[in-house]
């Protein structure tokens, strides 16, 4: 079942996907909640980022192939980091959702795309085993971790480099019905493939990821958790349309554009 966050005429709520229909649910996806009969077309709506969390987590140089494609491009400390379980917040408010426009910094000189997997949170989670984490994840859904490198590279912080306006597009809508351990992510620069991997590469797979931040944290109910970028990353630039397709969810279309553009 793929539930969607929508907008129509000023009015929001969530529906569920229904061929090229949302039908209306009524009361809230994480608790009481009913389907009604309304009825709207997908084209006719503004499809919304699909929750609005209270955090927005990530697991960074979670799959061996982008360690090495790191490594290859740009520093051989990131093998050492990759061995241990480094997670990290991303800013909520750099959250877009479908259609929405990546705005490149003028101040930064490379951005890239990072396709991903993203957990959805269902219920409140503390300390919960990895065999018990499949019972506190609602679905998940498709995102681009957008980051900058260039000459913010250095920064030892990812306040610039990860979470700038725009640098979170997620969506279109959440797939309850996954098993996350052999999806494919496909990456489209301009409609031309440049990245593929699976989930089955990753280092610290859905369950683990929920079950190691809930050790100190507790989730709740619409956080999201990015899960890395499965292989190779390139930069982005102004006119660009960026696609993240996981063909279970379904496509996280983003146009690009240079702050100076805007």
Not at 8 to 35: E, K
Not at 154 to 180: A, C, Q
Request: overall charge negative; glycine content about 10%.
């Amino acid at each position: 079942m793929k539930f969607a966050r929508f907008e129509i005429n000023g009015w929001q709520s969530y529906g569920v996907v229904d061929g090229d229909h949302l039908r209306v649910i009524q009361g809230d996806i994480f608790g009481t909640h009913h389907f009604t009969d309304a009825r709207y077309p997908i084209s006719s709506v503004k499809i919304l980022p699909p929750t609005m969390p209270k955090s927005f987590w990530a697991v960074g140089l979670n799959y061996a192939d982008h360690v090495a494609h790191q490594v290859e491009n740009l520093d051989a400390g990131f093998v050492s980091e990759a061995q241990e379980f480094r997670p990290w917040q991303k800013g909520v408010s750099c959250i877009i959702g479908q259609g929405e426009t990546i705005v490149l910094p003028k101040e930064s000189d490379y951005v890239h795309y990072e396709g991903e997997l993203v957990i959805v949170i269902g219920k409140p989670a503390r300390r919960v085993t990895p065999e018990e984490a499949p019972h506190f994840i609602m679905g998940y859904t498709c995102a681009n971790d957008v980051s900058s490198e260039g000459s913010w590279h250095d920064d030892p912080s990812n306040w610039r480099k990860k979470t700038s306006d725009t640098f979170g597009p997620v969506g279109p809508w959440i797939e309850t019905d996954l098993d996350p351990q052999g999806v494919e992510i496909i990456t489209r620069v301009n409609g031309k493939e440049t990245d593929r991997g699976s989930t089955s590469g990753m280092t610290f797979n859905c369950y683990e990821t929920v079950s190691r931040i809930s050790e100190f944290v507790t989730l709740h109910p619409g956080d999201l958790i990015l899960t890395g970028a499965p292989g190779a990353v390139e930069g982005m630039k102004d006119g660009d349309v960026v696609e993240v397709e996981i063909p279970e969810i379904g496509i996280l279309r983003n146009n690009v554009i240079a702050e100076s553009s805007v």
